[in-house]
């Protein structure tokens, strides 16, 4: 069935919502507010519905022609139809909307989006490397719900030596992993993690990697706020290399805030699902103690290396519920934690806030996660004193979140 609807703001996900005649909600991927479109229903549930854009009757100002030839298929950047400038108010009011409808709570008044750049910012990225039937070798991305590749020849969003390295090299990386599997060369598809450290080097990761490869092939240096980190591209990195020291000054900045305050101190910080010890290692020299804390055992060498050079620092390898069940906080702590999409875990809450900590500094990449964790601190005593919005993923409706919570 297909309808005319006036398209009346945007919502999380990217999607244009609409109402249709019966009252009932209707969203509508690739329409932008204000615009009037005819709409196919794709989906038609009893209190809401999904459409797909047919024809735009009434064009927005803020539209603009996507840049990439996959827009729409590869499902990475739905957000290309908005232009850039516009993009920043979207992220803010719909941080702003998601969070009332989430923890009936407003965000502060002086809530701000940091923008980077809008094209080739993407630094790291998963990519899938296969020889079509023609013998020749293809790269491109997974398709978000199918197992189907969209193969590209250049990403927009990916940094340009991203690009370079994939069109100089998946052919070689592919011929490699097929040597060192030992497998015969047939249409296998083989999934490679890229990082490019934004200093000339872009490092690779796939599994089978022989160990004797790893350290010149996966591993790289990035050097951030002046403080060298050393990763490798198969451990979780950020992937905005130019918008991420915004990122450290702003949680710099609610570290040293935290402990001329006195809700926080320089006693202990305490870094939860810390990555490759990343925020510790540029906090280091302001704490007398430090405890990293993070799940993913390749990350642990390189913790160790970015926190040495003395100093009382623990690196812990290990889920972040299970070290707060069996260690005690119990002065007021810096806590700062930057969990995955899944939020917090229940149990991980729990202790936090059963314990001496204060001051929360969180560092978050799902606002609906967030909005759930944040609601139990508030029944802690918890209240919102600063929230910050990152995009790091521009053309995308992804935010990165800081908050900082203390009670
Ligand atoms: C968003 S990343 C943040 C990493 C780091 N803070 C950084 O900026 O590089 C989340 C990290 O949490 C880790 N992780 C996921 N679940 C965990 C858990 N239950 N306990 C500890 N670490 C976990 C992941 O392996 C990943 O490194």
Redesign the pocket.
């Given at each position: 069935m297909q309808l005319e609807l006036r398209i009346e703001k945007l919502v999380q996900g990217g999607e244009g919502f609409a109402r249709l005649p019966d009252g009932r909600a209707c969203f509508v991927q690739g329409a932008l507010a204000g615009e009037f479109c005819r709409v196919e229903l794709t989906r038609d549930k009893k209190d809401f519905a999904h459409g797909k854009l047919v024809k735009i009757l009434e064009r927005s100002p803020d539209r603009e022609t996507p840049r990439c030839a996959n827009y729409n298929k590869c499902g990475g950047c739905s957000l290309q139809h908005l232009s850039a400038e516009k993009q920043a108010l979207y992220y803010e009011s719909v941080s702003r909307e998601n969070f009332r409808r989430l923890a009936h709570a407003d965000l502060p008044e002086n809530f701000k989006i940091h923008m980077g750049p809008a094209w080739g910012y993407r630094n790291r990225a998963r990519v899938v490397i296969s020889r079509a039937k023609d013998g020749k070798v293809r790269y491109g991305f997974r398709m978000q719900k199918s197992n189907g590749i969209i193969p590209f020849a250049n990403c927009p969003v990916l940094t340009p030596a991203v690009n370079e390295f994939l069109k100089a090299n998946a052919s070689k990386i592919y011929e490699e992993s097929v040597q060192n599997a030992k497998r015969p060369p047939r249409n296998f598809e083989l999934d490679v993690n890229v990082f490019d450290n934004g200093n000339g080097k872009v490092s690779y990761y796939y599994k089978g990697m022989p160990a004797a490869d790893f350290e010149k092939k996966a591993v790289s240096v990035v050097e951030i706020a002046g403080k060298k980190i050393r990763?490798d591209a198969s451990?979780?990195?950020?992937s905005n290399l130019s918008l991420l020291p915004e990122l450290v000054y702003a949680v710099q900045n609610a570290v040293d805030e935290g402990i001329a305050s006195g809700e926080a101190s320089d006693a202990w910080l305490i870094?939860?699902?810390?990555?490759?010890?990343?925020?510790a290692a540029i906090l280091k020299d302001k704490f007398k103690k430090i405890t990293t804390?993070?799940?993913?055992d390749g990350?642990l060498k390189h913790a160790k290396e970015n926190l040495s050079g003395g100093g009382n620092v623990e690196n812990v390898s290990?889920?972040?519920?299970?070290?707060l069940a069996k260690n005690v906080v119990d002065c007021p702590a810096t806590l700062?934690v930057?969990?995955?999409r899944?939020g917090l875990?229940p149990s991980?809450l729990d202790a936090i806030v059963k314990s001496s900590v204060n001051r929360v500094i969180y560092?978050s990449?799902d606002p609906v996660t967030l909005a759930r964790d944040f609601t139990k601190f508030r029944e802690a005593g918890f209240c919102l004193k600063k929230a910050e919005g990152f995009a790091f993923y521009p053309q995308t409706p992804h935010l990165e979140m800081l908050f900082v919570l203390s009670r």
């Open positions: 990763s451990v979780f990195f950020q870094d939860l699902f810390s990555g490759v010890g990343f925020f804390v993070e799940r993913d990350c290990a889920p972040a519920e299970d070290w700062i930057d969990p995955p899944t875990p991980a560092v990449c």
